[in-house]
């Protein structure tokens, strides 16, 4: 009998303590396209094929168009295709009022020199 109360008095000791701490809320998702969700993509686009393919078939208003069948055979492979090409980062300006006199005379505009990223 002795035994038995000590073992209720222990099962409503333990039953009666602090509750366990609840796990931590992760924040909520970025809205998609605001500058925190593309900071999230930046990893995941540059080193890996599969959520590089991905965010192309994702971004397609219209998959069965020609241009994004040429896209999608050629791109987010990881082994062929545009995956195979070396990294562009073409130097531009933007076209400013101010820039179009020196276009109209066939002067090209001089291009910044350091990359962009």
């Known amino acids: 009998m002795m035994r038995g109360l000590a073992v209720t008095a222990l099962a409503v000791a333990i039953g009666c303590g602090d509750p366990a701490p609840a796990a931590p809320t992760p924040p909520p998702a970025p809205e998609p396209w605001s500058d ?30 020609l241009y994004s069948k040429i896209r999608l055979a050629a791109y987010g492979h990881g082994t062929r295709g545009w995956d195979l090409l070396p990294v562009w980062n073409p130097r531009s300006v933007p076209v400013t009022d101010a820039l179009l006199p020196a276009l109209a005379r066939g002067e090209m505009p001089g291009a910044p020199v350091e990359p962009l990223w």
């Open 36 to 65: 925190a969700w593309l900071l999230a993509q930046t990893a995941p686009y540059l080193s890996d094929a599969t959520a590089r393919r991905a965010a192309l078939e994702s971004s397609l208003a219209n998959p069965t168009n």
